[in-house]
């Protein structure tokens, strides 16, 4: 961890809290925020216990080399505009695995991090809020890195991959981690200073689903479309068969075609 500190250049990682075993480096995180733990303060474990996914999904996390990460953010922002945070996310972290990896990771919505179609990480933003007003943001980042696809169960192998699966080389999880808290940093500080169009921009450039055909589950419902674009808030644009052009909050996206 001492190796990591020394690698950090901006406010966010500076202050790292490192953890053997804990619930959930998100749970944690928002524990730590209730307390008031400042801007930029970042918990990582080496295995969760009770690894959260989005849509109240488990997200396994066995020990082995993954990242399970979560940063605390202080943005001063309207509730109606959090799911940039997600979207700067997903920026950070594809931009900081392109480059200490080389491989061609893709972003698929809303912030799945994709290697040939296989997921290799996700994020889960959780947002503790007053008046309209963010108070804080956890966002928590798991990246499988060192793991084999064997450690997992076989309905995670199967749509599931890590670093290591796609390089066959073991990769330093330190490097990995500093690499997306500083990314994480330099798109923060682009985000608050020239507003949303940058980090947009940058997630349309990662994204690998945009003009393809796509299937979105939202709760009971299933959409089909073709996934247009991503609006001013993030959401998913999708140009139905009727020619209506639905947006999307949140939901689950298959890319058909
Ligand atoms: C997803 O479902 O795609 C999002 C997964 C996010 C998992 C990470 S691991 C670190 C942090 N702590 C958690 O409990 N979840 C997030």
Redesign the pocket.
Known sequence: MEKLRSLIKGEIGRDVISLETVD????FAVRLGGKGAAHGTTVIAER?T??????G?R?E?PAGGN????VILRPLMDMRDVTLLTIMAGVACCGALRNSTGLAVEIKWP??LMVSGR?L????TEIRSSAGRVIFAVL???INVNTCLEDYPPEVRAIATSVMNETSKEQSVTLLATGILNELDRWYGILMREGRGPVLNEWRRFSSMLGGVVEVIVGEEAFRGVAEDIDDEGRLLLRLSSGELKNISAGDLKILR
Do not use: C
């Open positions: 959930s480096t998100n749970a969760q009770k690894g959260r996914g989005r849509l999904r997200w996390s990242i399970y990460m979560s912030n799945d997921k990480g996700g994020i889960l928590g980042m798991g």
